[in-house]
């Protein structure tokens, strides 16, 4: 059973930089053909996804996010992080991360981060 938690502050200050972290059990991020995805929810709108590392180290990012994203990961410790820089109150969200393949098919319990002075 492959099992994934976010951790990270929940509050950040404008203009700082969010950083969240995906600790992975259960499974290999680095097992051929997974993707490893950051997916947020603001108040009151729908999922958004940000961005993917893939199985190879390969990354990929959404067009509107992707000057402020950035994906990394440590396959000695089974994670991959996501930084967002130079934040504003409409990052606040709750962020997950998720396994992909064909369809999303485990997420973590998402963590709230909310951007706020």
């Known amino acids: 059973q492959v099992q994934l938690q976010e951790s990270g502050p929940g509050l950040v200050k404008p203009s700082q930089t969010l950083s969240l972290t995906c600790t992975v059990s259960?499974?290999?991020?680095?097992?051929?053909?997974?993707?490893w995805s950051w997916i947020r929810q603001p108040p009151g709108k729908g999922l958004e996804w940000m961005g993917a590392?893939?199985?190879?180290?390969?990354?990929y990012y959404s067009p509107s996010l992707k000057s402020r994203t950035s994906i990394s990961r440590d396959t000695s410790k089974n994670q991959f992080t996501l930084q967002l820089s130079s934040v504003t109150p409409e990052d606040t969200a709750v962020y997950y991360c998720?396994?992909?393949?064909?369809?999303?098919?485990?997420w973590g319990q998402g963590t709230q981060v909310t951007v706020s002075s």
């Open positions: 259960g499974g290999s991020i680095t097992t051929n053909y997974y993707y």
């Open positions: 590392i893939a199985y190879s180290g390969s990354t």
């Open positions: 998720a396994r992909d393949r064909w369809e999303y098919d485990y």
